[in-house]
Nanobody, 118 residues
Framework: QLVESGGGQVQSGGSLRLSCVAS?????????IGWFRQAPGKEREGISW????????HYADSVKGRFTISKDNAKNTVFLQMDTLKPSDTAVYYC????????????WGRGTQVTVSS
């Protein structure tokens, strides 16, 4: 199970930190945890992921340099620090888990709304 929190409304240029708490996974060593977002009328976009086994990370160009993904293994939590937010970042943000060796994310949270006003 994945549960996101931390969404809300913020003005352009502001910051938010999203959290994703994972439960029911035997070990994070076998998974990657990703953050996705979907804006109204747009396709879902993968924006960042972190490896459960080490500190490898990946960012989409749209968020690189503004968003930072991190994890707390002891708390089974992945964070997404979002800085310099833009109105175009407005979306529902989801975290998801993918087992290594698989291309698809098979476990999803229910999402948290982020709204950035100009």
């Amino acid at each position: 199970q994945l549960v996101e929190s931390g969404g809300g409304q913020v003005q352009s240029g502001g910051s938010l930190r999203l959290s994703c708490v994972a439960s029911g996974f035997s070990s994070w060593d076998y998974y990657a945890i990703g953050w996705f977002r979907q804006a109204p009328g747009k396709e879902r976009e993968g924006i960042s992921w972190v490896s459960g086994s080490d500190d490898s990370t990946h960012y989409a160009d749209s968020v690189k340099g503004r968003f930072t993904i991190s994890k707390d293994n002891a708390k089974n939590t992945v964070f997404l620090q979002m800085d310099t937010l833009k109105p175009s970042d407005t979306a529902v943000y989801y975290c998801a888990a993918r087992r290594f060796g698989r291309s698809s994310y098979d476990w999803w949270g229910r999402g948290t709304q982020v709204t950035v006003s100009s």
